[in-house]
């Protein structure tokens, strides 16, 4: 390894920075290749560990380079021996997925490089991929030169190429917030087995609850707006067009909390401070913090200070389907 490539909210790089900061890593040597992604110039395979273990809020995806030179031919020809080389020693069939990204105005085109790399693969007796691979080829080519990588989906923090998640808009899909769930269940590696009743708070119009709904989940839904036509009659949802801080519920009543209210984000936390009770011990509490305004690392450690008494923090990602605000993954704590 000769460095990393990271992928982030360009909105959000001083945020980016500031964790990497805090973790020792030589910030003064990031490389920014173009808005929202960047190179760090490090060889130690410890600051790749550290970034998986403490994964900073703001950094949506990486993968560790291993080939690095300028552009002295076609991209696609220069590329193909590293890539060769890196195929060379799995096992046979094994899923392999490219993952290429281009600046503008560079003389390749992103589907040519794949088509191409893909040929390789084959060629070398594995299975070109693109949903849930066993390995990935990363390559980002830049006015710089070309940056060149091989990993595996766990090395990178996520499936998908910078972090720049696509899902199908098949399946009734109501708002983007669906997706928003959808990305932190997948991100967040969660374990819904077994689980089964869930409230979602900010539910209107349904995004959230239309995928628990997808997920087998019988959902108690509140908002103070209206939910979508589809799920006002649906067997498995209870809804109340109400202020969730009026309602009471019984202890352990839920396995799951989702929550995507508009609000303080510091309020919001309170709230599910005292909401606590009514998730099983262990249960699971998802929620977005909005920023509003305020400084976004200063807020997402405010609320997750508040939320510490009652739940575990687990992880916290500003991810691709979040806008002005990041979603944290927590569960409660036992007792």
């Known amino acids: ?121 084959r060629s070398m007796g594995h299975v070109p991929t693109i949903k849930h691979p066993s390995h990935i080829v990363s390559l980002v080519f830049t006015d710089d030169g070309v940056y060149a990588g091989f990993s595996t989906p766990a090395d990178n923090l996520t499936d998908w190429s910078g972090g720049a998640v696509h899902y199908s808009q098949s399946g009734g899909m109501l708002s983007r917030a669906g997706h928003k769930l959808e990305e932190a269940i997948e991100v967040f590696r969660i374990d819904l087995g077994g689980l089964r009743l869930a409230l979602d708070l900010g539910a209107a119009p349904g995004g959230f609850t239309r995928h628990l709904l997808s997920r087998g989940f019988s959902v108690t839904a509140v908002d103070t707006a209206e939910m979508d036509d589809s799920l006002r009659n649906h067997p498995q949802v209870v809804i109340y067009r109400d202020n969730a801080f009026g309602l009471d519920f019984r202890p352990g009543a839920f396995d799951i909390i989702t929550c995507d209210i508009s609000w303080d984000a510091l309020r919001t936390a309170r709230f599910l401070a005292r909401l606590a009770p009514a998730l099983v011990p262990g249960g699971i509490l998802i929620m977005t913090v909005k920023f509003m305004g305020a400084s976004p690392l200063k807020t997402i450690r405010a609320a997750s200070h508040i939320l510490g008494e009652s739940y575990t923090l687990v992880k916290a990602r500003q991810l691709w389907h979040n806008r002005e605000e990041a979603t944290l993954y927590l569960t409660r704590k036992d007792g």
């Not at 910030?27 to 110039?41: D, E, H, I, K, N």
């Not at 899923?95 to 790399?117: F, H």
């Open 1 to 121: 390894m000769i460095g990393l490539i990271l992928s982030f909210d360009p909105k959000f790089d001083y945020c980016l920075d500031q964790e990497l900061t805090e973790l020792g890593l030589p910030t003064r040597s990031l490389q920014t290749l173009w808005p929202g992604v960047a190179f760090l110039p490090v060889a130690d395979p410890a600051v790749q560990r550290l970034l998986l273990h403490e994964t900073p809020v703001f950094l949506r995806h990486m993968f560790p380079v291993q080939y690095k030179a300028e552009l002295t031919q076609d991209p696609v020809t220069q590329c193909s021996d590293f890539v060769a080389s890196v195929l060379a020693n799995l096992a046979p069939q094994t899923s392999v997925a490219v993952q290429s990204r281009v600046i503008s105005g560079l003389p390749v085109e992103t589907r040519a490089v794949k088509t191409a790399m893909d040929d390789i693969i």
